[in-house]
């Protein structure tokens, strides 16, 4: 478990080392000053899309970020691991995208906040499907991917 309270003074460090208030960080981020002051007080603790918008505005590394906050384990850290955290973002549809961010999970044995974040870049890449694909495996009720058409149904 990570310590709030050490996690938080080094990120008030961090954006002191900037010279920037926690007014700055809201305006360059769009996270709340408030809320900035709750994680650097050893309050609140950032979610994996916090940990992105801050790394950016204190110029450091993401996975850095995500290591120091106990979502990835400091043994994974590695120069490729960050590009093999995006490697789905490579995938040509938002269902091979999917399975490549399950496999990350298991691979790097991410949290379950991580890997709600991943969904989530995942789903602003590739859109939401528009339920066209046909009937899914689980049930001819419930609009699926496209495994199962109408044909395979019969």
């Known amino acids: 478990?990570?310590?709030k309270v050490e996690f938080g003074n080094y990120l008030k460090q961090l954006r002191e080392n900037m010279k920037l208030?926690?007014?700055?960080v809201q305006l360059a981020c769009g996270v709340n000053s408030s809320y900035v002051s709750q994680i650097e007080r050893g309050l609140k603790m950032p979610s994996p899309s916090i940990l992105e918008k801050l790394a950016l505005v204190y110029n450091v590394s993401y996975?850095?970020?995500?290591?120091?906050?106990g979502y990835l384990s400091d043994n994974k850290a590695n120069p490729g691991n960050q590009t093999e955290m995006n490697s789905f973002l490579q995938e040509k549809t938002l269902g091979d995208a999917l399975v490549r961010i399950s496999q990350l999970v298991i691979e790097l044995n991410l949290p379950q906040e991580t890997l709600y974040y991943l969904w989530d870049k995942a789903i602003k890449k590739y859109g939401i499907p528009n339920g066209a694909g046909g009937k899914a495996a689980h049930g001819p009720n419930i609009p699926g991917t496209g495994a199962l058409k109408e044909d395979d149904m019969k």
Not at 21 to 24: E, F, L, M, Y
Not at 63 to 69: G, H, Q, W
């Open 1 to 3: 478990m990570v310590n």
């Open 21 to 24: 208030s926690t007014r700055q």
């Open 63 to 69: 996975e850095n970020l995500m290591i120091a906050a």
